[in-house]
T-cell receptor, first 112, second 111 residues
């Protein structure tokens, strides 16, 4: 079992650009959540996908959007990047009654 | 709005000490509370999950307790080891099913 995987591991972008981050959930998991973690802070919930639909959303602007595919993998898209979007982006998967979230290693995004 | 506070923010102890990390939350209407470990620049590893109906969970040298009425949880680490050095985060999941994390306790266990 490969666990939760994320790509790429690091990314450098400039202000105004767009970025797409990818996540493959743990085998057997159908729910994917995305988090943003700024340096020295706890993760902030962005949104959660289940059955290809956005089920919950945190307090993030519409510049942050996502998608879940039929194989349960997911993408996070961020448009019009700002310097403040620089952070570690974490993906977590879970399934059914087991509420334990399993996290991937994250994607480090730097916006210059 | 749920707020989660973790105390202390940082802790440095000699190997072998027993430790208590604290987590408090403002809204007691929660479904569960989860403790995580995070190594520098890495993702999170789940340590223990306590359902709202439970009082505590144990795994090896780790024991987590939950007191919903007072809005508190503690993570007890017995006989600490240098490999325990990491940031420990607690997360509370309430009625919105949106987890709220604390800022973490950074732990260093020196030999």
């Amino acid at each position: 079992d490969a666990g939760v995987t994320q790509s790429p591991t690091h990314l450098i972008k400039t202000r105004g650009q767009q970025v797409t981050l990818r996540c493959s959930p743990k085998s057997g998991h159908d729910t994917v959540s995305w988090y943003q973690q700024a340096l020295g802070q706890g993760p902030q919930f962005i949104f959660q996908y289940y059955e290809e639909e956005e089920r919950q959303r945190g307090n993030f602007p519409d510049r942050f959007s996502g998608h879940q595919f039929p194989n349960y993998s997911s993408e996070l898209n961020v448009n019009a990047l700002l310097l403040g979007d620089s952070a570690l982006y974490l993906c977590a998967s879970s399934s059914g009654p087991d509420q334990t979230q399993y996290f991937g290693p994250g994607t480090r995004l730097t916006v210059l | 709005k749920q707020e989660v506070t973790q105390i202390p923010a940082a802790l440095s102890v000699p190997e072998g000490e027993n430790l208590v990390l604290n987590c408090s939350f403002t809204d007691s209407a929660i479904y569960n509370l989860q403790w995580f470990r995070q190594d520098p620049g890495k993702g999170l590893t789940s340590l223990l999950l306590i359902q709202s109906s439970q009082r505590e969970q144990t795994s090896g040298r780790l024991n987590a307790s939950l007191d919903k009425s007072s809005g508190r949880s503690t993570l007890y680490i017995a006989a600490s080891q240098p490999g325990d050095s990491a940031t420990y985060l607690c997360a509370v999941e309430g009625g919105s099913y949106i987890p709220t994390f604390g800022r973490g306790t950074s732990l260093i266990v020196h030999p």
